[in-house]
């Protein structure tokens, strides 16, 4: 696939790898790099990528709803888990989206996660990639 319209590029710079420093190009982000389970101030990519996911796929949900003709209720919330592990010397990521949205029929969500799947670019990025389960909490 092909992008036609590009609308952002996130641009960032990452020296020292997993013990570092990431840092955007517009200065908004400043961030220290701790590998996962390490004491540490810093954050590390399993959790950026579990902050943006959630980040995305609420935004998806948004318009998931705005297309059924609902509104999203302002307390909705996903909780992102991601999962760094091996098999054999290879390294993989599995995830685990949990989708809250207070006040909405449980079938009504599930259509919602099912149609925000299509719709966010992250998971669209990640289908059929990684193992990926998404729960209503």
Known sequence: MVIEKVLYTAK?????GREGNAKSSDEK???LLT???LKGKGTNPEQLFAAGWSACYIGALG???KE???LLPKDT???AEVDLGMTGDAYFLQARLFVSMPGIRKET???FIEMAHRICPYSKAVQGNINISTTII
């Open 12 to 16: 960032t710079r990452t020296t020292g």
């Open 63 to 65: 318009l998931a709803a």
């Open 29 to 31: 982000l400043d961030i």
């Open 77 to 79: 919330y996903v909780d």
């Open 68 to 70: 059924i003709g609902i």
């Open 109 to 111: 969500v599930e259509q």
């Open 35 to 37: 590998p996962p389970g």
